[in-house]
């Protein structure tokens, strides 16, 4: 009765959480809310081929999530593996909803798989680095589909190009309504103007995204738009255009800019995807222009930390220091301040072992063990890659080993049979819960194929 009433409390507390408290929540639980409309959208508009696209990308990351936390088990991973990354499952659906109704399920869950590890593993050890790692897959996205005459199509499935390209070689404006409802051909998630619009509203309520990016680039597409005399209502309600600037390029954990400079990045970002759309880049205009002005601002930030560097190495006096080993001197001992030595009492060498005697016998910490570190998920991300050798546990080993099975089943299939702690009754059943698995799957791509 207790788990009960407990469990009443916290479903009371949800909507206060959601929308009275939005600060609070993390970044992928906002970023999956946020999603929501936009995948519902796109299953409600192309159904059979939006369900299969999302499922497979939705697959693809739970494979890299499991994959994650079996090398990490096992082998152990560093812990900044991960830091500040977005979560497999949120990015498996980031991405899906930029791909075209066509795009084929190979296609979908390579790019997943491939924004994953890029996010996980190689971007959070770039510090000064402001280009986000889901333009460079968008545009690896563009050279797989170009030579594939991969396109969009609108709701009834019939192939047409997509607004802006239409506006370009035709010099036909669609009705900025039928944008912002979702009538016109677009991404699988993206149709729908006024979705994006509900999804970027509630990531700025729960201040997950910078407002000055955002603001900035549809004032930039505003004044170009006036400057060619084009449709300003036509040129705004491009839901991809909303999708990548309110989602992707206004993300505030990969903002490296002041605050007062993001409208003047958003600013320049709206001009220069006009110009490239006035080029005839269409759809494609808006992630081109936001990966080169992350570039611009990237190397404008990365030569302003080395003359920063610079600066600081000249202001320091130069001091010697005798080095009795072959090893280079370490920079950090060179310019420290030289401390004075206090003799010890003749109690301190009781061989009774105090606190700090026994604080440095422990391991020697790493470059990134911090003993002030607020942060509760480097904390778990660095006691989880220090715990190296087997898995331990049968229940543990057991629950890995079935998702090791349904996902990666060769490699869960070993690690299964060479198991010590598991008897030959477990694994037999895991062996035949992945079979069923994989007939099970099997039968939803049939009849969501064969339709």
């Keep these: 009765m207790l788990d009960v009433r407990q469990l009443w409390r916290a479903l009371h507390g949800v909507p206060q959480l959601l929308l009275v408290q939005p600060e609070q929540l993390s970044y992928d639980l906002a970023y999956a809310l946020a999603l929501l409309p936009l995948v519902l959208a796109g299953i ?31 082998f152990g991973l560093p812990a900044w593996v991960g830091f500040k990354a977005t979560h497999p499952l949120v990015a498996s659906m980031l991405i899906a909803c930029f791909f075209s109704p066509r795009t084929p399920a190979w296609i979908g869950a390579s790019m997943v798989i491939l924004f994953i590890i890029i996010d996980t593993v190689l971007w959070p050890q770039l510090r000064r680095v402001m280009i986000h790692p889901a333009l460079i897959v968008f545009g690896i996205l563009y050279l797989i589909e170009l030579p594939l005459h991969i396109g969009y199509v609108v709701n009834d499935a019939r192939h047409l190009d997509d607004p802006l390209l239409l506006w370009f070689k035709n010099g036909i404006a669609i009705d900025p309504v039928k944008l912002y409802v979702g009538n016109a051909p677009g991404p699988l998630g993206l149709t729908s103007a006024a979705a994006v619009l509900l999804g970027v509203t509630y990531l700025w309520y729960t201040r997950k995204i910078s407002l000055g990016v955002v603001v900035g680039f549809l004032c930039g597409v505003t004044v170009a738009a006036i400057a060619i005399r084009s449709d300003v209502g036509f040129q705004l309600a491009s839901g991809p255009s909303l999708f990548l600037t309110g989602y992707i390029a206004a993300d505030r954990r990969r903002l490296l800019l002041p605050e007062p400079f993001t409208f003047a990045f958003g600013l320049a970002a709206g001009v220069a995807t006009m110009i490239l759309r006035w080029y005839g880049n269409g759809q494609q205009a808006a992630w081109q222009g936001l990966l080169l002005i992350s570039a611009l601002a990237t190397v404008v930030l990365l030569v302003q930390d080395l003359l920063r560097r610079r600066a600081r190495g000249a202001s320091r006096p130069l001091r010697t220091l005798a080095v009795d080993s072959a090893e280079p001197p370490d920079p950090h001992r060179l310019w420290a301040p030289v401390r004075s030595e206090a003799r010890l009492p003749v109690m301190a060498t009781s061989p009774v072992s105090t ?23 480097v904390r778990q991300m660095r006691s989880a890659a ?36 598991l008897n030959r009754q477990t694994r037999i059943l895991l062996s035949a819960v992945s079979v069923l698995w994989y007939v099970g799957v099997a039968g939803f791509v049939f009849a969501l194929t064969h339709r």
């Design 44 to 74: 409600v508009f192309f159904l059979q081929d939006a369900l299969l696209l999302f499922a497979i990308s939705f697959l693809s990351g739970i494979v890299c999530l499991l994959t994650l936390q079996l090398i990490r088990l096992t």
């Design 355 to 377: 606190a700090y005697g026994r604080s440095s016998s422990t391991r020697p910490a790493r470059s990134f063990d911090t003993q002030g570190d607020p942060n509760d998920m």
């Design 386 to 421: 220090t715990r190296g050798g087997p898995l331990r546990g049968g229940v543990q080993n057991a629950i890995v080993l079935l998702g090791a099975l349904l996902l990666i089943n060769p490699v869960g299939l070993w690690l299964t049979w060479t198991e010590a702690s």
